[in-house]
């Protein structure tokens, strides 16, 4: 994700993401029962179940609260991994509640006994498993669901959340991302889950490691559109008038890159590289101001293809946000920018279309092991809209890092080493140019050469896949062909920042306390 700044200074971004809903009250969407599986996802296979409890002779226990991130320790949930969500909202205005329901297919990794959804406000109504009531607890952020029956070890399980929802949800924090949640339009509104923003929405297993595909079916007034990841499998006009969009997100999905967006909505359709389907999504009365920067996506595909190989998802567009956030965000196959950027000057909106649609390759297909590790993230998507920008009328790629090299040392006693943040830190300056600053290090120690092979290994093998810090520092010194552990682990966990190849003459400012 990217923020937008006036005037603009080095841009920081962060990022953002949802789950399964079918309603089941009288005043639910009609129509919403679900059947599992009925749309393609992909190719992506889920998980063979695993042996029996009997087999297995593990007795019931709780599934964890978290799965034991440093930085956000209740983040995700142990004990089950989710297949499938399918979400239904059955959307009434701008911030005002509606009836919602999750349904969220999973198989157990234990005997469990009870196991935990990350799910924050919103009015509960009723939560059943395999069709079953089942008790809840509200701790926190915490769902806690105890089955009528513990669920064996292997077993493959159904639970149906249905509440209702509070599209006026929103948090703060006091980085780059600013507010996220539910974020109001006009007439609609547009998703900001990142960083763990989704609990929010609907009941997820919310972590940037865990991904599940997502089917959504989303009910509007007339004359509202609705849009999510992935692609629009069905539109149904309900006998009352109301309008039933069903989309499938293809894709395997992180809860905080899960899109929901209605709207007053044109749908702008072209072609990226190799017939790969863009659509964009823009409020009615921005369609002719943006179309000139939109139209910039296919050239942007090109260019990132050059570097890290094809595109790794089905399809991409770009949903324009009629808000006044000055956020950018990589929601999956559809970033999200701020009409301000799109409405400015080249330079910067060209920056954030870049930043965005990179972070499909590092960071929404090669995903992150743990929070700690978003400097792969953040950094690759600030490390090439840098160098895009380098050529196309921004501030020269060397003079860039040149500057963040300056200001490393501070960044590095404020907000902690790149690969090393605190929580309250996690989207600050240092994961965006001051991680750029280490993958350009590594490019002037590696040579351009190693470094693009490097670069398009990492997306290759990791694609799909989570993968951490370790990870990275492996594969590259496999590339380069030599240990590159010492040259990294200072950049990345250091108290003070290493001298720059081929730069003798770069100095770090000193640190004000």
Do not use: C
């Amino acid at each position: 994700m990217e923020i937008t700044t006036a005037p603009r200074a080095p841009r920081l971004r962060s990022r953002r993401t949802v789950l399964t809903l079918a309603l089941t009250s009288a005043a639910g969407i009609t129509g919403a029962a679900v059947l599992l599986g009925a749309l393609p996802y992909g190719g992506h296979r889920s998980p063979a179940p695993g042996p029996s409890a009997a087999a297995s002779g593990a007795a019931p226990s709780p599934g964890a609260a978290g799965i034991g991130d440093p930085l956000q320790p209740l983040a995700g949930n142990g004990g089950y991994t989710v297949r499938h969500y399918t979400l239904a909202f059955d959307w009434r205005a701008p911030r005002t509640p509606f009836d919602a329901a999750a349904t969220i297919s999973a198989t157990a990794t234990q005997a469990l006994s009870r196991f935990d959804l990350d799910f924050a406000g919103n009015t509960l109504r009723t939560v059943t498993v395999d069709g079953a009531p089942a008790r809840t607890v509200r701790d926190g952020d915490e769902l806690v669901i105890t089955p009528a029956r513990p669920i064996p070890h292997g077993r493959t399980f159904t639970v149906r959340v249905a509440y209702t929802a509070d599209p006026t949800q929103q948090r703060h924090r006091g980085d780059a991302v600013a507010d996220y949640g539910w974020m109001p339009t006009p007439d609609g509104t547009v998703l900001y889950a990142q960083p763990d923003g989704a609990k929010m929405i609907f009941p997820a297993n919310d972590h940037p490691s865990l991904r599940a595909p997502v089917t959504f079916r989303v009910t509007t007034p007339p004359g509202l559109s609705a849009v999510a990841n992935g692609r629009l499998v069905e539109r149904v006009r309900q006998p009352n008038g109301r309008v039933r969009w069903t989309y499938d997100s293809e894709e395997p999905v992180a809860a905080q890159l899960v899109q929901v967006a209605i709207g007053k909505f044109t749908f702008v359709d072209s072609t990226g590289p190799r017939g790969l389907p863009v659509r964009d999504v823009v409020p009615d009365d921005l369609v002719t101001g943006t179309e000139a920067y939109r139209s910039l996506t296919p050239e942007h595909l090109a260019w990132l293809e050059r570097r890290l190989g094809p595109y790794p998802f089905r399809r991409y567009g770009v949903l324009v946000g009629d808000t006044d956030l000055p956020v950018a965000l990589e929601t999956q196959s559809l970033s999200v920018l701020p009409r301000a950027d799109l409405l400015g000057d080249l330079v910067g909106a060209e920056r954030n279309l870049v930043h965005e649609l990179t972070h499909h390759w590092t960071g929404d297909s090669v995903a992150i092991r743990r929070w700690s590790d978003l400097w792969l993230s953040e950094g690759h998507a600030q490390f090439y809209e840098r160098l895009y920008s380098d050529t196309h009328g921004g501030a020269g790629m060397e003079a860039a890092m040149r500057a963040a090299y300056e200001q490393h040392d501070q960044w590095r006693h404020d907000d902690g080493a790149p690969a090393e943040p605190t929580e309250p830190a996690l989207f600050r300056q240092m994961r965006y140019d001051g991680s750029a600053l280490v993958l350009y290090a590594l490019r002037e120690e590696v040579g351009e050469e190693t470094f693009g092979r490097i670069e398009r290994s990492w997306v290759a093998r990791y694609r799909e896949r989570a993968a951490g810090t370790a990870d990275f520092v492996a594969l590259a010194s496999e590339v380069a062909g030599k240990d590159l552990k010492p040259f990294l682990t200072p950049w990345l966990y250091g108290a003070h920042t290493p001298p720059m190849p081929g730069h003798p003459d770069w100095r770090t400012d000193p640190v004000e306390e």
